[in-house]
């Protein structure tokens, strides 16, 4: 029996990217480790932790809202301690500490093992802030706790850190050095979820086909890093994100297409169909590039999804450069995107060199058009779908409805289908029916 008596309740609050779920998982773990239990119930917790994130301006708003709550649960309960996580913490660093009275502890992105430390101190009396960037943490060690999980799908972390430095991007500054992980502690990992029941994992980076890595003078790149996830069991899906496309290579296509447990979807974020508007966001590559990676894996993957991230609203964007945008999203045919309104954020390239200049109503009107570009890509996408069968991994019951289950197949949409004996982790053929922009349903078939 675990003893929970004498232990801390903590409760882990987590905003923005995948990579930040994957950090709250180790967070978890340094604490488990430390005389915490997770809880899910905010007002029983001892310790708060906000994992959060600086991206986009609304993202360190709504983290705000959010510090106003607590400090009124403080208020009732003088014992409470919080702590703020990630990138905003890195990014804002002592500051946080005037401008936000109640918070206790500050600590960014690479400085997690001073965790069980720092929280000494802060029992002791005091403050305490970690905002060191490292060029080597990479957690390879530390076995994550997977938090508020199905027990099918699990992230693994597999790079840290970033230096494109996109001239939108806050990342490289919250995020330091890119630095890749051990691979055989990825792959340990990989197995030891499979072990656990686990089917889908997905390799996490902010550019996975930089992943770089040496063993005895050999180098160990993306390619065969996926390659070997993907040996680790055939009924272990395997998934990964994010590609940039000014290194997405043929040699990364002919793996994906060798096995058949790597997913068939790309998330290729082209953020512009503009070739000015590339340039100044310093994304080192250009339209036509970036068509050529598109039908280099419509080649060798014909039936993989496609998805992107797109920005609109960028400093100078004109008329132009939107319509270019849209026309890009039509030739390409995205099957899925994630759309936003450009955010100046403090001292990054942009901010520093270009005026952020396209009006709020342009902005909003624009990412409007892109929006409805999408949902008609989407509904295209899904109605090409109608009358083919899928292997469908099985995540749950439907939460809309009980009688039905829902997973997800290779390309990565969502299917639902009439609720049977099977359960969340088992492969289902499904013979699609009828779909919506979001998603596919239909019947299960022998
Ligand atoms: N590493 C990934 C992206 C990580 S951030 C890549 O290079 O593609 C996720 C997305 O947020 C970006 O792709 C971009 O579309 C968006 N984004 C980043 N900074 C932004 C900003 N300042 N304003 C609006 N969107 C931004
Ligand atoms: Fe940001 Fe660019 Fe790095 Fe992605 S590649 S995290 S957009 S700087
Ligand atoms: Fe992720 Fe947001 Fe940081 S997107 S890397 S948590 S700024």
Redesign the pocket.
């Known amino acids: 029996m675990i003893e929970t008596e004498n232990k801390k309740k903590v409760f882990i609050e987590t905003y923005g ?1 995948q990579m930040n779920f994957s950090d709250s998982e180790i967070i978890g773990s340094i604490l488990m480790e430390h005389n915490y239990i997770s809880t899910d119930d905010m007002k029983s917790a001892d310790l708060i932790l906000m994992n959060t994130c600086s ?2 301006d609304n993202a360190e708003q709504r983290v705000r809202n959010r510090l106003q709550e607590l400090h009124a649960l403080k208020k009732r309960k003088s014992s409470l301690v919080i702590g703020l996580l990630g990138c905003m913490a890195e990014r804002l660093k002592e500051k946080l500490l005037e401008e936000e009275k109640h918070i206790d502890l500050i600590v960014g992105p690479d400085g997690y093992r001073s965790l069980p430390a720092l929280l000494e101190q802060v029992e002791s009396g005091q403050k305490a802030v970690n905002t060191l960037l490292s060029a080597e943490e990479t957690y390879a060690d530390i076995t994550p706790v997977r938090l508020g999980s199905n027990g099918v799908n699990a992230f693994i972390s597999i790079m840290r850190g ?1 230096e ?1 430095f ?1 001239a ?4 490289p500054y919250t995020r330091g050095k890119e630095r890749s992980r051990n691979p055989k502690t990825i792959i340990e990992e990989a197995a030891s979820l499979f072990d656990q029941g686990y089917r889908e994992v997905t390799l996490l980076g ?2 996975v086909n930089s992943y770089q890595w040496e063993d005895n003078g050999l180098p160990i790149e993306f390619p065969a890093l996926l390659e070997d996830v993907a040996k680790v069991n055939p009924l272990l899906r395997v998934r990964f994100a ?1 590609s ?1 496309p000014k290194d997405l290579s043929d040699d990364l296509l002919d793996v994906i297409a060798t096995y058949p447990n790597i997913c068939h979807a790309i998330h290729l ?1 082209v ?1 512009s169909g503009s070739n000015e508007i590339l340039k100044k966001m310093n994304r080192s590559y250009t339209r036509e590039w970036y068509l050529d990676r598109v039908a280099a894996i419509k080649k060798h993957l014909p039936d993989c999804a496609i998805s992107t ?3 609109a609203g960028f400093c100078s964007e004109t008329e132009d450069d939107h319509k270019d945008t849209l026309s890009m999203m039509e030739i390409v045919g995205y099957d899925y995107a ?1 759309m ?6 403090p001292n ?1 390239i942009a901010a520093k060199k270009y005026s952020d200049d396209v009006s709020e109503e342009d902005k909003s009107r624009r990412l409007d058009e892109i929006i409805s570009m999408q949902q008609k890509l989407s509904l295209a996408s899904n109605k090409k779908d109608i009358g083919k069968v899928f292997e469908v991994l099985v995540e749950g019951v439907s939460k809309r409805s009980d009688t039905q289950l829902y997973g997800r197949n290779s390309q990565n949409k969502v299917v639902v289908f009439p609720r049977s004996s099977h359960k969340p982790g088992d492969y289902v053929r499904v013979l699609v029916e009828d779909c919506t922009p979001a998603t596919l349903r239909g019947v299960e078939v022998k």
């Open positions: 990217c991206i986009r970033c494109n996109c939108y991007c806050v990342v902010q550019n994010t940039h974020p953020q991230d797109i920005i994630f936003f309104k450009y955010s100046e954020r990054t």
